[in-house]
């Protein structure tokens, strides 16, 4: 069964500092792995999108590692701002498994004052 | 553009009243979906359209009823529904639903329907 694991399930950070979220999957064969932001009660937003032959994509604050052969992920934000509270989901798509999405639970992200 | 428009945003319902979710997108792509997402849970998939024609029916009871009257729309009707159906609708579209490119997935930003 494909499966996604994300870890912390929660975190807490004070503003300005950096944090480091953990994404492991099962699924195979791979196709991409995307990281999504997403706010209470709104639909998630892509932050970067990776294949297997990527290592590390960065978008502004946000930069996403990948280990295809230990089937590991992680996304490292940098100087967090308050807005950057919110859920952060791992989501696996595998080359044979379609339109079928794998999410991870996802990852609690508080920044406070 | 690059969004995939949904409305309304925030919908409550009786559970006598029909109603209708709305989504739209005008980047091309030819597979869309439902989801429906509980708080603190990771969206579940409801409905495939491949093409306009309804591939996947993820054993979503009848009171939802899907729609795709073109490449560009997807509506979601709904009629019946029951407190538990209380959840943010997202909708999502894609190049194509069979996964052997890299396409990306785009959601919406949500529906929040309460049914009281």
């Known amino acids: 069964k494909n499966q996604v694991e994300q870890s912390p399930q929660s975190l807490i950070i004070l503003e300005g500092k950096n944090c480091t979220l953990q994404c492991n999957y099962t699924v195979s064969p791979f196709s991409n792995l995307r990281w999504y932001k997403q706010d209470t009660g709104r639909g998630p937003v892509s932050l970067t999108i990776m294949t297997f032959s990527e290592n590390t994509k960065s978008n502004g604050r946000y930069t996403a590692t990948l280990d295809a052969d230990t089937k590991q992920s992680s996304l490292h934000i940098t100087a967090s701002q308050l807005s950057d509270s919110a859920s952060y989901i791992c989501v696996v798509r595998g080359t044979n498994s379609g339109y079928a999405l794998n999410f991870g639970k996802g990852t609690s992200l508080l920044v406070t004052p | 553009d690059t969004e995939v428009t949904q409305t309304p945003k925030h919908l409550v319902m009786g559970m006598t009243n029909k109603k209708s979710l709305k989504c739209e997108q005008h980047?091309?792509?030819?597979?869309m979906y439902w989801y429906k997402q509980k708080a603190k849970k990771p969206p579940e998939l409801m409905f495939v359209?491949?093409?306009?024609?309804?591939?996947i029916n993820e054993s979503v009871p009848s009171r939802f009823s899907p729609e795709c009257p073109n490449s560009s729309l997807l509506n979601l009707h709904l009629h019946a529904l029951q407190p538990e159906d209380s959840a943010l609708y997202l909708c999502?579209?894609?190049?194509?639903?069979?996964?052997?490119?890299?396409?990306?997935?785009?959601f919406g930003s949500g529906t929040r329907l309460t049914v009281v």
């Open positions: 359209y491949s093409y306009e024609k309804l591939s």
């Open positions: 980047m091309g792509h030819r597979a």
């Open positions: 999502a579209s894609s190049q194509d639903s069979s996964g052997l490119f890299n396409y990306g997935y785009t």
